[in-house]
């Protein structure tokens, strides 16, 4: 073939997976709408993704603020204007931050599980026998994870802001001799509730979309034990730069609506 019937071919099997991609997200959370409602499943599922996942955001955030709080020590302080790390600190991890570094932790660990546990499901055909026996598998197993991954994420991104926060408190006021009381009122001036909301439906979709790529991944896994190897590392990279893209266009949506 010729590298334009390469490049056209290409294009062609791109836009295919995207289209069974949506088509697989809309029946998900279309199934989920309908009876019968799987709360045990759900609730379930916000566990794995809220509470076993609380660890490795609280390391995370506390670390990301203590070392934003020094690397802004460093400008402002040849400017005199150490009162300004807390804000401006707290501004970057609300806006910024803590909703892409969270989606990125959680992608990690939930999204991969989630391709794997799938994969391995399907290339056992555990899944087509949930189909034998009239059990809608996208009801049954990917809507639950989809609602609590789109759930959660964003509670997990506000422990990251607080915790990312007290870290940035810490290195300023115990370590770099900030006065607290500054500390806390360039916050309280310069961050608005519109800073912390926009982060949180940035987190929202970031949710949705980690758990949406790991489940149709897994979904449509096949190769036996080798293809839910690399149904889990393509689930992972996909919904990573499908983080970092998406968070570029929702930032150029939300940034006019908090200068309003």
């Known amino acids: ?21 949506v088509r697989f997200l809309m029946r998900s959370m279309a199934s989920g709408l309908l009876p019968p409602y799987r709360l045990r499943l759900l609730f379930k599922q916000m566990h794995f993704v809220g509470v076993e996942s609380l660890l ?3 390391v995370t955030g506390v670390f990301t603020g203590m070392v ?9 302080s040849r400017f005199g204007a150490e009162g300004l790390i807390g804000a401006i600190v707290t501004l970057s991890l609300t806006r910024e931050l803590s909703p892409v570094l969270t989606a990125l932790m959680v992608n990690g660990r939930v999204g991969s599980a989630m391709a794997a546990e799938l994969g391995t499901m399907r290339v056992t055909e555990q899944i087509d026998a949930l189909d034998s026996m009239a059990i809608d598998a996208h009801q049954y197993l ?3 994870r989809i609602l609590a991954a789109t759930l959660m994420v964003p509670a997990l991104t506000m422990v990251f802001n607080v915790v990312g926060v007290l870290g940035c408190w810490y290195v300023a006021v115990k370590q770099l001799s900030v006065t607290p009381g500054a500390f806390q009122a360039r916050i309280e001036w310069w961050v608005d509730p519109d800073d912390i909301i926009g982060g949180l439906i940035k987190s929202s979709l970031f949710g949705l979309l980690l758990s949406s790529v790991g489940c149709y991944k897994g979904f449509t896994t096949s190769g036996g034990a080798e293809g839910v190897g690399r149904a889990t590392t393509t689930a992972v990279v996909i919904s990573g730069v499908l983080i970092l893209t998406s968070d570029y266009f929702m930032t150029l949506i939300l940034a006019p609506l908090s200068v309003g």
């Open 1 to 21: 073939m010729n590298p334009i019937s390469r490049l056209g071919a290409m294009l062609i099997h791109v836009l295919e997976s995207v289209g069974r991609y």
């Open 56 to 58: 490795i955001v609280i």
């Open 68 to 76: 934003f709080a020094v690397q802004a020590n460093v400008g402002f």
């Open 142 to 144: 990917a809507a639950p």
